[in-house]
């Protein structure tokens, strides 16, 4: 393991005074890159991690659920004090929530019955109302997630359907915010980008930007779960929150854009969750599973690309929301990931 440096404190009462936000609205995006020191040590390349659980949401989901909001606002589809109706594995519905408390908008989250306990708490504590879907079932169902969604939105007039697997503000919102992100804090020097793909809007959206500020020269990465279909194996099991598709067993993210991604790279759930696991133990950063996708994808991208290459990975949320899964020994062990 590689000692990191870690410069001393500053001098209390030299930084400078902070702003005053009006909302923490204002605090979505902008995000931190880090780079790693231990993980990536002996490699010839930099890996840097994005770090959106610094969202005040704690993921990057923030950004989409303020782009949807505002742009639906814009549009009209969303009128003043309006009920928005969504289905989602977790972090969109955080978003959601906090946007929707800021903005007057009341928010309905369908969601998986194997929720974490700590994003359901969220969820209540931002006021949003939760009902419980079959995420197995099929799109005939009405236990279906969106047949649901779709049923519950239907009884509340006025109210407005995100259907964030579906919206272009999903992507844009990576498009204008993430991939110019990365550009400036690299000082344009990135040359690989590497994110995993749940609706396809973080990697569709950062890499179509990363492509056209580099003139083509940006490889884009998507990180694929075992057991989903990205990467062209058969639907399995995702034990991966948030990302992989069963398509065609479900429907096609419209959001995911696979004419932006060069590469889509499938990692075993044990490679994963060994990531995570390291990335808290060697590098202090506490992250979710998808970070630990995005990472272990983003050492062997950098172990194989010319020395002196700069992997960037998405890193799309942090650890605390998982503490009863990836962190418990119990629950890896019982899902068969433990070492
Ligand atoms: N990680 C987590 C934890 C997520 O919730 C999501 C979104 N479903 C992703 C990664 C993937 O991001 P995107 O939807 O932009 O592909």
Request: with cysteine; glycine share 12%.
């Amino acid at each position: 393991m590689t000692m990191i440096d870690v410069p001393p404190p500053p001098t209390p009462g030299t930084a400078p005074a902070a702003g005053v936000c009006d909302s923490v609205a204002e605090l979505i995006g902008n995000t931190p890159l880090v780079q790693l020191r231990s993980l990536s040590d002996g490699l010839p390349s930099r890996v840097l991690v994005k770090l959106e659980n610094r969202n005040p949401g704690g993921s990057s989901k923030d950004r989409i659920a303020l782009n949807m909001i505002r742009s639906a606002e814009a549009a009209g589809d969303l009128a003043p004090g309006a009920t928005i109706v969504e289905a989602t594995s977790g972090n969109t519905g955080i978003g959601l929530a906090l946007i929707g408390r800021l903005t007057g908008h009341p928010v309905v989250i369908v969601h998986a019955a194997d929720i974490s306990d700590e994003k359901r708490k969220v969820l209540l504590a931002y006021g949003a109302r939760l009902v419980e879907a079959d995420w197995d079932a099929g799109p005939d169902d009405a236990a279906n997630p969106r047949a649901l969604a779709d049923a519950i939105a239907a009884d509340i007039p006025g109210s407005w359907r995100p259907t964030q697997f579906a919206n272009r503000a999903n992507p844009e919102a990576h498009y204008r915010g993430t991939g110019p992100e990365i550009w400036r804090q690299t000082g344009g020097a990135v040359t690989h980008f590497v994110a995993s793909i749940g609706t396809g809007g973080t990697v569709s959206g950062t890499g179509r930007y990363l492509r056209e500020a580099s003139a083509g020269a940006v490889r884009v990465i998507g990180a694929n779960p075992q057991g989903s279909t990205y990467g062209g194996d058969l639907p399995g099991r995702i034990l991966v929150d948030g990302v992989g598709t069963a398509w065609p067993r479900d429907f096609w993210p419209q959001t995911f854009d696979p004419a932006a991604v060069d590469e889509i790279r499938t990692i075993d759930d044990r490679e994963v969750y060994r990531t995570v696991r390291r990335l808290a133990a060697e590098e202090a950063l506490l992250l979710g599973p998808s970070s630990g996708l995005a990472v272990a994808t983003a050492l062997r991208v950098a172990s194989e690309a010319p020395a002196g290459s700069t992997v960037v990975a998405i890193a799309p949320d942090g650890g605390i929301n998982y503490l009863t899964k990836a962190f418990d020994p119990v629950w890896l062990d019982a899902a068969g990931l433990g070492d």
